[in-house]
């Protein structure tokens, strides 16, 4: 079936540095995918919608210069979270389907925690 | 504006005891697709069931099964004898077509040998 991987699984980086999160659809295409936050013991929050070829979506309170995401192809959205700061510390998942949901699937990549020190 | 209420925070059962989690969600649309994930500690989703708001069946898959009433806005979940692998937290979430979820507040479910 369908798979989406993101990497890293996880990643532990200084105060100030910027961290960078690839989420790949290995066997299909996706025009559309979406970056999710999920703080400890939290639900998870949709960040942003990252769109092949145009800008992204970003949520109400979600800061678009601090976490940039770039979907430079049909297969790889980026996300980077610029200047990380301990609050940014989260797990932050992915997921993409490869079609419309009336006729396809959604699925989601493994997370990526991220630890700012 | 869609909203999905996972009323139940935390649920603690002992093993081969039945469990329901519930799911209440608020939507517009006349087309959306409700979901429910399971996440262990090590964090990744997994995929349990997707259901369209044209199907109103209620489904079983082995001990689990689902309740869809659009009459009430609810997407029950019950796991049947329940055993200590299903111990994570479940979410129930809500799409429209683009496949752009909102998720409950999730439930913690502790089952205990």
């Known amino acids: 079936g369908a798979v989406v991987s993101q990497h890293p699984s996880w990643v532990i980086c200084k105060s100030g540095t910027s961290v960078k999160i690839e989420c790949r659809s290995l066997d299909f295409q996706a025009t559309t995918m979406f970056w999710y936050r999920q703080f400890p013991k939290q639900s998870l929050m949709l960040m942003a919608t990252s769109n092949e070829g145009s800008k992204a979506t970003y949520e109400q309170g979600v800061e678009k210069d601090k976490f940039l995401i770039n979907h430079a192809s049909l297969t790889l959205s980026t996300l980077t979270v610029t200047s990380a700061h301990p609050e940014d510390s989260s797990f932050y998942i992915c997921?993409?389907?490869?079609?419309?949901?009336?006729?396809?699937?959604?699925?989601f990549g493994e997370g990526s925690r991220l630890t700012v020190l | 504006a869609q909203k999905v209420t996972q009323a139940q925070t935390e649920i603690s059962v002992v093993e081969k005891e039945d469990v329901t989690l519930d799911c209440v969600y608020e939507?517009?649309?006349?087309?959306?697709?409700l979901f429910w994930y399971k996440q262990p500690p090590s964090g990744e989703l997994v995929f349990l069931i997707r259901?369209?708001?044209?199907?109103?069946q209620n489904e079983i898959s082995g001990r689990y099964s689902w309740n869809f009433q659009k009459s009430t806005s609810s997407f029950n979940f019950t796991i049947t004898a329940s055993q200590v692998v299903d111990s994570a937290v479940y979410f129930c979430?809500?799409?429209?077509?683009?496949?752009?979820?909102?998720f409950g507040q999730g439930t913690e479910l502790s089952v205990k040998p």
């Open positions: 997921s993409a389907g490869d079609r419309p949901l009336y006729t396809g699937e959604l699925f």
């Open positions: 259901r369209n708001s044209f199907d109103e």
């Open positions: 979430a809500l799409s429209d077509q683009g496949g752009k979820l909102i």
């Open positions: 939507t517009r649309d006349t087309t959306y697709y």
